[in-house]
């Protein structure tokens, strides 16, 4: 199974803040990967698919970009409504997911 | 708008079973992949089960391979997974997803059900 490994496992940030999630894969999946958005007793949420295509009714605040190994799910203004857990998974082959990252206010 | 509901969790001893149903609604699942995806309790994510608009095609978790069936009936609109054969490590929250670009993305999910494996 390919392994999917997110860091950072968690991290603080202010409203206003860019930030960056990363991604990598344990071999190479091309562009099959998703982010997820989970908010506490809540199903998770597409946000981007194919490694850079923005769900419809995703704000443009977030984007994704990578392909082969290496992602990164960036949120450029954070809102307060964006502080979640975020989990990348990829489908290239049975689909895995990453150990998830939660984004905590600072 | 599209709506998934599941339905049919609940507390099951091990070695039982139990069939865990998705309804939908402003949706037509003949159309889509569909899929299911648990989480155990505090833990990460893990994609259980997918299965074709022509229920020609199923692939599974090798963790629930031979004893967890997907199927779906796309005239009542629904998706099912008859689980058997639990164990403690099956508790978990279990959700149904669509399948609108890709097999296993996830793009509509339902609220979840909760399966729980205990004596």
């Known amino acids: 199974a390919i392994r999917m490994t997110q860091s950072p496992s968690s991290f603080s940030a202010s409203t206003g803040d860019r930030v960056a999630i990363t991604c990598r894969a344990s071999?190479?999946?091309?562009?099959?990967l998703a982010w997820y958005q989970q908010k506490p007793g809540k199903a998770p949420k597409l946000l981007i698919y194919?490694?850079?295509t923005l769900q419809s009714g995703v704000p443009s605040r977030f984007s994704g970009s990578g392909s082969g190994t290496d992602f990164t799910l960036t949120i450029s203004c954070l809102q307060s409504e964006d502080f979640a857990t975020y989990y990348c998974?990829?489908?290239?082959?049975?689909?895995?997911f990453g150990q998830g990252t939660r984004l905590e206010i600072k | 708008q599209v709506q998934l509901v599941e339905s049919g969790g609940g507390l099951v001893k091990p070695g039982g079973s139990l069939r865990l149903s998705c309804g939908a609604s402003?949706?037509?699942?003949?159309?889509?992949?569909m899929s299911w995806i648990r989480q155990a309790p505090g833990k990460g994510l893990e994609w259980v089960s997918y299965?074709?608009?022509?229920?020609?095609?199923?692939n599974y978790a090798d963790s629930v391979k031979g004893r967890f069936t997907i199927s779906r009936d796309n005239a009542k609109n629904s998706v099912y997974l008859q689980m058997n054969s639990l164990r403690a490590e099956d508790t978990a929250v279990y959700y149904c997803a669509s399948g609108q670009y890709d097999p296993a993305v996830g793009d509509y999910w339902g609220q979840g059900t909760l399966v729980t494996v205990s004596s």
């Open positions: 402003g949706l037509n699942v003949r159309e889509y992949f």
């Open positions: 299965i074709s608009s022509s229920s020609s095609y199923t």
């Open positions: 998974q990829q489908y290239y082959n049975y689909p895995t």
């Open positions: 071999q190479g999946i091309s562009s099959y």
């Open positions: 194919a490694a850079s």
